[in-house]
Structure formats: structure tokens, C-alpha cells
């Protein structure tokens, strides 16, 4: 079992950064891709970005360059730092664990950009 606990969200003002932090422990393989969706009012849950464990990113197209993911293997954690935050970033995101056909997902964490 995986269990995937998320920090770093809050309220910020439009222009500015958050960092979020989601720390995975329990019997993790190897070989995964670690990410962040988020989901906002009356919306599907979308993919902001993914990492595998060789570091291979991907993005959303609409949040490439003010949106970076990074993970640090020793310890299964993965970051993600939100640069140039627009209102319409407002959404609960979850952080997500993939390995072994399965996929696991934090219980969220709420951002909020205000006008």
C-alpha cells in the first residue's frame, strides 16, 4: 500500500508563487511516475504535470513555463513550484503515484488565487 500526504497549498493573490510538496511512503517500486492533477469547481480532474523516476516531465500545455515538477527519489517526494498563478489556478490538487498498473492519489490540497 502507498500513501501519498500533500502540503504547501493556500490563498495567494494573483502573480504569485506556491509550492507544493507530497511526500509518498510505504512500498513504493522503483520504477513510477509521480505527478499532480487538479481539479476545479464543476471541472474534471486534469493533469497539471508528471514525472517519471528518470525525471522525465510533462506538462499541461497551457501550464508550460510557469509550472515546474520535480521529484527527489531517495526520500518519494515530488514538488511542484507554481509560478505567475492566475485565478483560474484555483483547485484542490492531488497528488498521484503511479507503479505497477496501479495508481494511488493524496487526499488534496485546496489553492486559491485571488483577483
Known amino acids: 500500500q502507498v500513501q501519498l500526504v500533500e502540503s504547501g497549498g493556500g490563498l495567494v493573490q494573483a502573480g504569485g508563487s506556491l509550492r507544493l510538496s507530497c511526500a509518498a511512503s510505504?512500498?513504493?517500486?522503483?520504477?513510477?511516475?509521480m505527478g499532480w492533477y487538479r481539479q476545479a469547481p464543476g471541472k474534471l480532474r486534469e493533469l497539471v504535470a508528471d514525472i517519471n523516476s528518470d525525471a522525465a516531465a510533462r506538462y499541461a500545455e497551457s501550464l508550460k513555463g510557469r509550472f515546474t515538477i520535480s521529484r527527489d527519489n531517495v526520500n518519494n517526494t515530488v514538488t511542484l513550484q507554481m509560478n505567475s498563478l492566475k485565478v483560474e489556478d484555483t483547485a484542490v490538487y492531488y497528488c498521484?503515484?503511479?507503479?505497477?498498473?496501479?495508481?494511488?492519489w493524496g487526499e488534496g490540497t485546496q489553492v486559491t488565487v485571488s483577483s
Open positions: 498521484n503515484l503511479k507503479h505497477l498498473l496501479r495508481t494511488y
Open positions: 510505504g512500498s513504493i517500486f522503483r520504477s513510477n511516475v
